[in-house]
């Protein structure tokens, strides 16, 4: 097994999906019937990347899982979008904070810049709403707080035997 980065593995295990001759076009999807264990096994990855790699693709949106498979069953995918390796890395966002291996400089600060703006911009956000949340409570602080009147029954009651 070659040592290649886990987004190359993503892709080529895609790849070997969309080209295997258990998919077909149905209802405008592309769509897997197989074992994608054979498949991983296949390109040469090795079994223990087989969840990693479904959940990435998961979790990237690149597939769909219809129906799991396991023992002689066939698994059903919907192939939806080929995943790339910037999918790969913006889908890492949730690791713990560990810098994603195989990262250039520039690529992590092409991250950091996009996470500044997300961060400013709700910010921004909040600051309205404290900002609005403030004026209603203004608003609110004149008003006078009227009791409601408590509620009467206002269904008629007949003597048994009598109707309306």
């Known amino acids: 097994m070659a040592n290649k980065p886990m987004h190359q593995w993503a892709t080529e295990f895609w790849d070997a999906l969309a080209q295997d001759e258990q998919t077909s076009e149905e209802e405008g999807f592309t769509v897997f019937r197989g074992h994608p264990t054979k498949i991983l096994l296949d390109i040469g990855a090795s079994a223990p990347?087989?969840?990693?790699?479904?959940?990435?693709?998961?979790?990237?949106?690149?597939?769909?899982?219809?129906?799991?498979?396991?023992?002689?069953?066939?698994?059903?995918?919907?192939?939806?979008?080929?995943?790339?390796?910037?999918?790969?890395?913006?889908?890492?966002?949730?690791?713990?904070?560990?810098?994603?291996?195989?990262?250039?400089?520039?690529?992590?600060?092409?991250?950091?810049?996009?996470?500044?703006?997300?961060?400013?911009?709700?910010?921004?956000?909040?600051?309205?709403?404290?900002?609005?949340?403030?004026?209603?409570?203004?608003a609110l602080e004149g008003m006078e707080i009227i009791e409601p009147e408590p509620i009467v029954n206002t269904i008629p009651s007949y003597p048994s035997g009598e109707s309306a």
């Open 49 to 138: 990347y087989y969840s990693i790699l479904s959940k990435r693709l998961e979790q990237m949106e690149c597939i769909e899982r219809m129906h799991r498979g396991g023992g002689g069953g066939f698994s059903v995918w919907r192939l939806l979008k080929r995943p790339t390796k910037e999918l790969w890395q913006g889908a890492e966002v949730g690791n713990g904070g560990q810098i994603p291996k195989g990262m250039t400089a520039q690529e992590l600060s092409i991250s950091l810049v996009t996470l500044t703006q997300r961060v400013s911009q709700l910010e921004t956000a909040i600051k309205f709403l404290n900002g609005q949340t403030i004026r209603m409570l203004e």
